[in-house]
């Protein structure tokens, strides 16, 4: 190693190596330190222990010997903790899972055999495609009771929950000599219509239309028929021309639209 080996500096043996650059060093070695190789030169480090790895040096005896060894009480805590937590992590995962999912199904059930729950509601479209005429006028006399207009369509519905309400719109296409026409909703066993609406034609089709809320309390058949004429005169034509004829020379189609739902109890 040419000049290179161990000298007795005052009380301290000290190494020299240059050949490997151990001259660079300007201080002995201290307690736990040793000299390692890296990738450039060689360098100081010491031994420290962690997570249960102890480190114990004894200098007392020549040579001195370096013992390493496993506290196992740290050791045993520092892998349960890491079991516990991967467990714990993987049971809350499965815990949440199975909760959401037993309550969705759980809703899901509910839904199913709970009116009060139920998204079932009774449903009904009805359309007009006849050209029907309407000689029947709404007056000041009539338009408190069942007489007015003519009937232009009729349907039952039965709905799927008690102490619920039906939505209703209609679109009707109706013409006459220029004037107003008058649309009534009556509803079975009622002694006056529940809606009424209005809407005018100067001699060429227009949509009248009708929106109504009707309260429910029964899960029995409910009938409404529809009413349509003009207002204290003349002739009313739904889905065609004031002479009675095609629109354009096609079908012409009036829609009404019966649905179930349930009101609003909780503000």
């Known amino acids: 190693m040419g000049n290179s080996g161990f000298y007795l500096q005052d009380t301290q043996n000290t190494i020299f190596a240059d050949n490997i650059r151990l001259g660079q060093m300007t201080t002995v070695l201290k ?80 839904i199913h055999i709970d009116p009060s729950f139920s998204y079932s509601r009774a449903f009904k479209d009805v359309n007009i495609t006849n050209k029907i005429q309407c000689n029947g006028l709404f007056t000041k006399e ?14 039952s519905v039965t709905p799927d929950n008690a102490n ?23 509803k079975e066993g009622d002694l006056s219509p529940c809606s009424i609406s209005y809407g005018y034609s100067a001699g060429y089709p227009n949509i009248i239309s009708l929106r109504a809320t009707v309260g429910n309390k029964t899960t ?27 629109i354009l020379g096609v079908d012409a189609v009036s829609k009404i639209t019966i649905l179930e739902v349930k009101p609003q109890t909780n503000g």
């Open 164 to 186: 619920s309400m039906f939505l209703i719109c209609a679109d009707i296409i109706a013409t006459r000599m220029e004037g107003t026409v008058a649309l009534a909703l009556v």
């Open 142 to 155: 009539n338009i408190g009771n069942l007489d007015g207009g003519t009937e232009i369509a009729s349907s």
């Open 31 to 110: 307690k736990d330190e040793v000299i390692i190789g890296t990738d450039t030169t060689p360098t100081v480090t010491k031994f420290s222990g962690d997570k249960g790895i102890v480190i114990t040096t004894d200098s007392t005896i020549t040579p001195s010997s370096t013992t390493f060894s496993l506290d196992m009480e740290a050791v045993i805590k520092e892998v349960t903790d890491k079991i516990l937590t991967q467990i714990e992590d993987e049971l809350v995962k499965d815990i949440i899972k199975n909760i959401t999912q037993s309550l969705i199904e759980e809703v899901i059930k509910k």
């Open 220 to 246: 029995a058949p409910v009938k409404f028929s529809l009413r349509a004429g003009g207002m204290d005169s003349g002739v009313v034509w739904v889905n065609a021309m004031p002479n009675g004829e095609k």
